[in-house]
């Protein structure tokens, strides 16, 4: 019986999407549950599983493809059997040795390939059977490729250069430049542009504005080294972070400041009863903003143990649609990679946006004194038309006094 493989339902929010990668051809077979083809969004990787067992008969669509909401995308013969394998299958001969085997499927087989590592084998034109395959059913990993090119580099660097031929120096001089300039042309992702377009029409389309304040992170700093560790044995490995600490506090801040937690519809001010905290994280593919519902409710362990779980699944494209839908305030933290300062771009239609930035050692005055203190910029961009000066600036304050004051997050102060 045939059956239609057919792309998911898109929210209302996504209109169409794009066909990222086959991992089948025609003639082949799949089992239940199996990747066939990625559909790439606005926001998020989608991965259409095999619905049963059987052979691809046709592929309608190819990758680049635009396809709407449950668009047909292949034909699928249920329980029928690969003539195609079969076909390809060459007859096994004493020569050839199973690790042989092995590289020839892995050099012919996009099952073995994830889509970060399929990015990077395209990116620097590697040859996959050089490559040795960790995952489930020796399927390439990133860190495959990452531990490959950097073996590969190594390797090289330990090479003596081959000795320079004699030229005479006339004839150097005339041969030209020893470099060439190199330049590569890619098509920019579906995700990257429409990320691009948000950033766009937010600069165009809203009032911002950003202010700065600075906060002491030492007694924050001294929670958590003194309860780190017990932090993690009880909370079954989570981790005692910052992050969490900020979330709390903006969730405390929001409640005091209503209008940094609402969003603009139309000629209407949305004032939100609830805090949905995104969290903004940096993925190969670009930024996304995975959304945390009722943080406030949650406790600080429940907050670090979202705040790693969104990491991971946004690293491995497993962010689902839902998981980036609303959100009414975002935190965004650039001190990770080392920023100082900055200013963040709203994501809207949200109101406002908390900027972290790096911790920095730095002379302060404390009661007449200087003291040298762990030091990080707080940026709060905001949108003008909604939040007046004073609120923001009011809003900001608040989270300082928070971060330097931990208990009163625990005690709601």
Known sequence: MAIKIKAPAFPESIADGEVAAWHKSEGDAVA??????????????????APQDGVITQILVREGDTVESQQSLATLEEGKSSTKKAAETPV????????????????????LLGPAARQLVDEHKLDTREISGTGKNGRITKEDILKYMKSRESALAETPPPPEPATPVV??????????????????????????????????????????????????????????????KTHNGTRLGFMGFFVKAACEALKRFPAVNASLDGNDVVYHGYQ??????????????????????????????????????????????????????TVTNGG?????????????????????????????????????????????????????GKTAVQFLVAIK????DPARIILQL
């Open 32 to 49: 239940r549950d199996e990747l066939i083809v990625e559909i790439e969004t606005d926001k998020v990787v989608l991965e259409v599983l």
């Open 92 to 111: 096994e001969t004493p020569a050839q040795t199973p690790s042989a085997d092995r590289d020839k499927q892995a050099a012919l087989s996009p099952d």
């Open 171 to 232: 004839e150097k001089a005339l041969s030209g430049p020893s470099s060439e300039r190199v330049e590569r042309r890619v098509p920019m992702t579906r995700m990257r542009a429409k990320i691009a377009e948000r950033l766009l029409s937010a600069s165009q389309e809203t009032a911002m504005l950003s202010t700065f304040n600075e906060v002491n992170m030492a007694p924050v700093m001294a929670l958590r080294s003194k309860y780190k560790e017990q932090f993690e």
């Open 276 to 329: 949905d905290i995104g969290v903004a994280v940096s993925t190969d593919g670009g930024l996304v903003v995975p959304v945390m519902r009722d943080a406030d409710f949650m406790s600080l362990a429940d907050v670090e143990a979202a705040i790693r779980d969104m990491g991971l699944r946004a690293r491995d494209n497993k962010l689902t649609i839902d998981d980036m839908t609303g959100g009414t305030f």
């Open 336 to 388: 990770v990679f080392g920023s100082l300062l900055s200013t963040p771009i709203l994501n809207p239609p949200q109101t406002g946006i908390l900027g972290m930035h790096k911790i920095q050692d730095r002379p302060m005055a404390v009661n007449g004194e200087i003291v040298v203190l762990p030091m990080m910029y707080l940026a709060l961009t905001y949108d003008h038309r909604i939040i007046d």
């Open 401 to 404: 006094d928070l971060i330097e």
